[in-house]
């Protein structure tokens, strides 16, 4: 059973990403709304509320860990693949793969996230609040969303290559593409693919959702449904 980790419906992008490579597997979703969100959050407290979500999954038998928030791989991963036996894997910004694209290349992503180490030819933008409004919004209002990203996004119409950072933003991919009318757009969480061992096959995908607070879960399995249509779309 592979356990996954966001802060909210974010890790969703991950997790159909996963479950449409590998179709066949059990899943626990871990919803940390109580800590929303981890961006503008500091190290440590991102760590402590990551360490509690491991040890949540790992009492409901998980074999694999995946941190599917670019913010909280950035700053807990390495600690708490330390720490803690289980394998454990991180999703992190796309920045190798647009470099090697080519073109000026924005990286959309938290507070906490655009505040790392990235190579001069990436442009960090922080986006403090389009996690929450992704997690208050989507899927059935989207005004609020894209009005938020109008705004901040203005000026940077035309650029060769988007670098989505949040896992939260995959889920509005498409939107944020149109918006900056971006040639090429990359999704941090397919490089959890290159990482996970292989699924058993044959048993067919299941998936139970956890959270440290009050969730819609008819909205996220609502919100796992458009996703998994829209990559089944694009094959």
């Not at 802060?7 to 066949?24: E, N, V």
Request: with cysteine; aromatic share 10%.
């Amino acid at each position: 059973m592979i356990g996954i980790i966001d802060s909210g419906m974010g890790g969703l992008s991950t997790l159909a990403t996963l479950i449409h490579a590998k179709a066949d597997h059990q899943f626990l979703y871990y919803a940390d709304v109580l800590h929303a969100p981890y961006g503008n959050k500091g190290q440590w407290d991102i760590y402590k509320a990551i360490k509690t979500c491991i040890h949540t999954l790992c009492g409901y038998g998980v074999d694999q860990i995946v941190i599917a928030c670019n913010t909280a791989s950035f700053a807990a991963l390495s600690a708490c693949q330390e720490e803690f036996s289980i394998p454990i894997y991180g999703v992190l910004p796309s920045v190798d793969e647009a470099k090697e694209a080519g073109g000026t290349t924005l990286l959309l992503a938290t507070a906490y996230t655009t505040s790392q180490p990235f190579p001069r030819e990436i442009v960090p933008i922080a986006l403090p609040s389009l996690a929450t409004l992704v997690d208050l919004y989507y899927p059935y209002q989207m005004d609020p969303i894209l009005s938020y990203l109008e705004r901040e996004l203005s000026g940077y119409n035309g650029i060769e290559n988007v670098v989505l950072g949040c896992t939260h933003y995959e889920l509005i991919g498409e939107e944020i593409r149109s918006i900056l009318r971006a040639k090429r757009t990359f999704y941090g969480s397919n490089s959890i693919l290159r990482q996970l061992k292989k699924a058993t096959p044959g048993t067919g995908w299941q998936l139970d959702i956890l959270s440290s607070g009050s969730i819609d879960h008819e909205r996220y399995s609502d919100v796992l449904s458009l996703l998994l249509d829209r990559q089944s779309n694009l094959r």
